[in-house]
């Protein structure tokens, strides 16, 4: 039966999220974006909190892990479920409600964590348990691009020897390994790249330097150097096997887990930001009148409709992307669906109500101009608009990666 | 004593009418083109309402019937019941067979033909609102399979699809609004084998229309209401033996009332628009025209009003699902053979592109739609969600009307591909008021 409200057995864990979101991350919103790649030592107490919910069974995945496909999980019932993908989600809205960066500076609760989990084996997910994994695949020749990245893998004996340079690591000062992507053959292509959970401990791996930005200013960008890092053969995750047939699948499958994670954070981000212009609107004495026609309403009025309206097509284009995860069926054009939509009227929302509240909301008196530097971000990462777009095109219109280039 | 029919029981009621209907091999849609010639001249026409079958007026003392609301499941589910994937299937099949292949004739005829209106009456098209206990299918609410079915239906075409909903949105506005004698006087004939052609009319002909600021009125006098105003978007009004119609009643707020078409100083004028030419548009001149006090529907609550223009503003944004799931099926397959510069256009990001960015806004009001009638059947508040369905499906529908006519360059402009007709017709979804309800 069609019912798009949130699960009901969801929603008493939605409420404490979004108090504890409220208390540890937006009440120190603006510090950490003022302090750039100063350390929030207030969520190491969170993470605790998280750690122990998870052991405890009681865990609905408050971050950007627990996205593994558990085939098992009641095989073969034909009941709808609402599961994880979604509680994931529904968290991450939450936590990105509060402030997007503190979300991405989660101890051990990285994207890095989210490959362990997708296609780690379970020897690995053992062994890997309770580390804090950031993720290092574009380089500074490489974006969008994956495939062609640079960074090598050569085999040696029970090691492997990683060289090359990696940006954009988020985390990767924080974090205590990182998954690297590198090829094992450059010559063999997109089959030839596998991914290495590189704990920073090893010689060899270096955090260079520390990025200036935009915004999610609280989550460190690190430059991470691989210097003939040898790492041992049984942290490549996956099959090391160079499967020429498979191609890049194994690899990217993380991204179809992770896409609407990222879709999420741009929601969350986006209904902050909602939230308090509308707060402004009406203090200033805007009427938003959801059943007189918008054509007769004041323009900021008509304006935060039509936000509203945007928004709430992201949220349950989200949702989507979760629910059919957990149904066990195919989710790769609606997570990018997701991923484009709410990554771009993310950025929208949050631009336009700047706008809406003039220099009050240009200003750093209000948070809203932050969550407007702090969205951008995610119409890139995870896949930048054009390529969820390309994603999007190719399924729709059955063409290959070569004939939609 | 009628034995409740459970969801698969209503699916197999719709399916045994289908089945007992001869009009699948029967229906000669082309023979319409007489017609044509005889409505071409129709532009400027002006009568008197339709003379209307005398509705036998039956004092009811009782409380009306109303349709129980659907219980919240509490689970997160796009998956449509059963007996919905039934009744759609049943649509989707006769919007593809029929309603499509006659597009073409129908807006040339102004008018949706005969053998189409009767055959969606066979279907139980108006019944899915009307009580089961005055003829109708239905205990429960059932503003998602209204979605479903518009939505179907305008896949095939949109101005055939108004048409055929027009009387469904009166019975079903009788059935949620009227009182126990309004029922039992207009509902036996929506749920008999001659469905009587019907309209909601609430939209005015004026810029900035608002519904709840009405220009139509309904003055008290002894015998009741004296009514004055131009109603416009009111669907084959020729035809139709009854109005529901928004009025404002002096001082006391919008509410509405019904008209019997042979009420004197009822006019009907013919209002040909750009697009939706087989739903037959007109105005509804009403001069003087006097009502008994017992045609106000209900209780002409303010709460009944409000919730028949969300539930009108609801079912135009279902059309839109289904024109514009058109549009994309359309152009997918027109830009993957249509080739330019030696390879098929799709191989352009510039066009590839505009065909994904149809297909997330479509799901994405798609998804807003569902919501807004999920929560009308359970009885929630669902004022937001239909504004937000109807700012979607007004803006990208009509974006992606632009971009179907756009994808096809010159192809588009000219009526050899559809999609200028349908671009005709999205235009309507954001600015229409009444005419269907789900």
């Known amino acids: ?405 | 004593m009628v034995t409740r029919r459970d969801p698969m029981g209503i699916g197999l009621a719709v399916l045994n009418r289908i089945a007992s209907s001869p009009a699948v091999d029967r229906l000669g849609l082309r023979r319409t083109t007489e017609r044509a010639v005889y409505e071409g001249a129709k532009g400027g026409f002006r009568v008197a309402g339709a003379s209307s079958r005398a509705f036998r007026r039956v004092t009811g003392g009782g409380r009306p019937t109303r349709l129980a609301r659907t219980s919240d499941s509490g689970v997160f589910d796009l998956e449509p019941t059963e007996d919905q994937q039934m009744i759609v299937g049943v649509v989707k099949e006769f919007a593809a067979e029929v309603l499509r292949p006659g597009a073409a004739v129908a807006e040339a005829a102004t008018d949706t033909p005969k053998e189409v209106l009767s055959q969606t009456g066979e279907f139980g098209l108006t019944l899915l609102n009307i009580p089961e206990s005055l003829g109708g299918l239905s205990e429960d609410r059932s503003a998602v399979t209204g979605v479903l079915v518009a939505a179907a239906l305008a896949e095939g075409d949109m101005g055939q699809a108004v048409a055929c909903l027009a009387p469904a949105a009166v019975a079903t506005a009788i059935s949620l609004w009227g009182t126990d004698a309004q029922q039992q006087t207009y509902l036996p004939a929506f749920a008999g084998d001659d469905v009587p052609a019907a309209a909601l009319a609430v939209a005015e002909p004026r810029p900035l229309f608002d519904p709840f600021d009405l220009e139509t009125t309904a003055e008290a006098n002894d015998d009741g209401f004296v009514l004055n105003g131009v109603k416009s978007g009111v669907v084959r009004g020729s035809e139709a033996e009854l109005f529901v119609v928004a009025v404002e009643l002096d001082g006391g707020g919008p509410m509405l009332v019904l008209v019997e078409s042979s009420t004197p100083g009822v006019t009907i004028e013919a209002d040909p628009s750009m697009g939706l030419r087989a739903a037959g548009l007109t105005r509804l001149i009403l001069d003087d025209v006097q009502i008994p006090a017992d045609a106000v529907l209900g209780e002409g609550s303010a709460d009944d009003y409000r919730e028949c223009i969300r539930l009108s503003r609801l079912a135009w944004a279902a059309l839109a699902l289904g024109t514009g799931r058109a549009v994309l099926d359309y152009v997918s397959a027109y830009v993957t053979t249509r080739e330019a510069f030696g390879e098929p256009i799709s191989h352009r990001q510039a066009v590839a592109f505009m065909v994904a960015n149809i297909a997330i806004e479509l799901e994405g009001m798609r998804l807003v739609t569902l919501k807004a009638a999920s929560r009308a059947e359970q009885g929630l508040d669902f004022s937001r969600e239909v504004a937000l369905a109807r700012r979607l499906a007004g803006e990208y529908g009509m974006k992606i009307g632009t971009d179907g006519v756009q994808l096809l360059g010159g192809h588009g402009f000219v009526k050899e591909h559809p999609v200028e007709r349908w671009y005709r017709d999205l235009r309507a979804v954001g600015l229409m008021e009444g005419a269907v309800l789900v």
Not at chain 1, 81 to 94: A, H, P, R
Not at chain 1, 142 to 164: F, H, M, P, Q, R
Not at chain 1, 271 to 300: C, F, H, K, M, N
Request: with cysteine.
């Open chain 1, 1 to 405: 039966m069609i019912n798009l409200e949130t699960p009901r057995k969801f929603r008493p864990f939605v409420q404490q999220a979004h108090q504890v979101a409220q208390e540890f991350l937006r009440a120190n919103s603006r510090k950490y974006d003022l302090a750039e790649h100063a350390y929030p030592k207030e969520l190491d107490l969170l993470a605790s909190l998280v750690d122990g919910m998870g052991a405890s069974g009681q865990g609905q995945g408050a971050g950007a892990a627990g996205v593994r496909r558990d085939e098992d999980d009641e095989a073969g019932s034909a009941k709808v479920k609402n599961g994880t993908n979604m509680s994931s989600v529904l968290s991450v809205i939450e936590m990105c409600w509060a402030d997007v960066g503190l979300l991405l500076s989660m101890p051990r609760q990285g994207l890095g964590n989210s490959a362990i989990a997708s296609v780690a084996d379970d020897e690995q997910l053992e062994r890997f348990k309770g580390t804090w994994a950031a993720m290092a695949i574009t380089e500074p020749g490489t974006g969008s691009d994956s495939a062609n990245i640079t960074t090598t893998a050569i085999k040696d004996g029970d090691e492997y020897v990683l060289n090359g340079e990696k940006i954009y690591v988020t985390s990767g000062e924080r974090a205590d390994s990182v998954v690297v992507w590198a090829t094992l053959d450059k010559s063999l292509g997109r089959a030839a790249i596998k991914s290495f959970l590189v704990p920073k401990s090893l010689p060899g791996i270096r955090v260079e330097r520390l990025e200036h930005k935009l915004g999610i200013r609280a989550s460190d960008t690190a430059v991470i150097v691989l210097e003939n890092c040898r790492v041992p053969a049984a942290n490549l995750l996956g099959n090391p096997d160079i499967d020429t047939k498979q191609g890049f699948a194994g690899a990217m499958a993380t991204f179809d887990n992770t896409r609407p994670l990222v879709a999420g954070m741009a929601v969350g981000c986006a209904r902050a930001a909602l939230e308090d212009t509308r707060a402004l609107l009406e203090r200033a004495g805007v009427v938003i009148d959801y059943d007189r026609p918008v054509q007769a309403q004041s323009y900021a009025a008509a304006m935060f409709i039509a936000m509203e309206a945007d928004w709430e097509a992201a949220l349950l284009l989200t949702l989507e992307a979760a629910w059919l995860a957990d149904n066990r069926r195919p989710n790769s054009m609606e997570a990018s669906m997701a991923k484009a939509k709410a990554g771009r009227v993310g950025n929208d929302i949050t631009l336009r109500c700047v706008e809406l509240a003039g220099t009050l909301g240009y200003s750093e008196h209000e948070l809203i101009e932050k969550w407007s530097r702090d969205s951008k971000i995610l119409d890139i990462f995870e896949g930048t608009q054009q390529i969820q777009q390309l994603i999007v095109a190719r399924r729709l219109l059955n063409l290959t990666s070569s004939q939609l280039r």
